[in-house]
């Protein structure tokens, strides 16, 4: 699996390959999301795009004056959207899988936020001061660029966090819009590869330094009951998501988790999320946030 990260340091942007030993090549804003469409889905055309004649400097990643980014995140706010798709998973179609030739009813779709409000890993995680039941959902993230016909490419997936009120979604689900409105964590590693058949790992919700609940999680194509495919189509035949140069995020939705579980996240809770077989770990404390006085 070859793994793409972007990186500001000392001020300028950067794309790595590695993440034992990485080394960095120079990019400006932009010049990732049109190598990706030049690329048309190599990865070896994307790599020396990238590093062909590139100002280059080797970094540890835990140097202070590095900040990953999620990936392709352009500098101006709005032109990139974090968006995604619920009730995907099999566990919550009796366990089946939309039967091929069948009439698509797409799953319902909801709006996060623009790209710039995802937080990274390490970054607190914002709520409501009083939300209802709070869930984590483990999941995956597909990335897709927008050429400058509104023809969107993909780049790769990643992995995130898509921290919610379901509580409030239960309430009623005309609140769903409200229910989303909490922050989400996305890992700055880009897959550059089709979506997996299996993503799994395990949650640990951590309150007062021990730990409060554990569970295991798959998030892969093959959980799910819908085809990628066919989400991702469905989706792109609204222009307003094809916005030319726009990027896309995707999440497609998550399985069980610890809300149906009977746990309840409270404020300051730690939730670290293992996608193990993919070396990935997203953890982040939860904060919950008042109003400002109007």
Known sequence: MT??????????????????EPVLYRVEDGRLAAAVIAAKGSVSALRASLTSGAESVAVALDDPELRLLPPLLPEASGKALLSGFMGTH??????????????????KWFFKGFGDWAKLPGEPLTVPAEPIALIEEPEIVLVYVNDEEGRPHYAGYTFGNDLCDIGLHRKD??????????????????????????ASGRVTITRGGETAWQGDFDCGEDALYYRIQDMAAHLFSF??????????????????????????????DR????????????????????????
């Open 90 to 107: 099999k566990k919550k179609w009796g366990g089946k899988t939309f039967v091929e030739g069948d009439e698509f009813t797409p799953p």
């Open 3 to 20: 793994i793409l990260f972007e990186a500001l340091y000392k001020g300028n942007r950067y794309v790595g390959f590695d993440r034992d």
């Open 239 to 268: 222009p307003a998501v094809r916005r030319p140069g726009l990027i896309n995020y995707v999440l497609l939705g998550a399985d069980e988790a610890s809300f149906h579980d009977g746990f309840r996240i409270a404020d300051g």
């Open 271 to 294: 939730i670290d999320i293992d996608f193990a077989s993919h070396g990935v770990t997203i953890s982040n404390d939860v904060r919950f946030l008042a109003p400002p006085a109007l």
């Open 173 to 198: 689900p005309g609140y769903n819009p409200y229910c989303k409105l909490c922050d989400t964590a996305v890992a700055p590693w880009l897959f550059l590869d089709t979506p997996p058949t299996t």
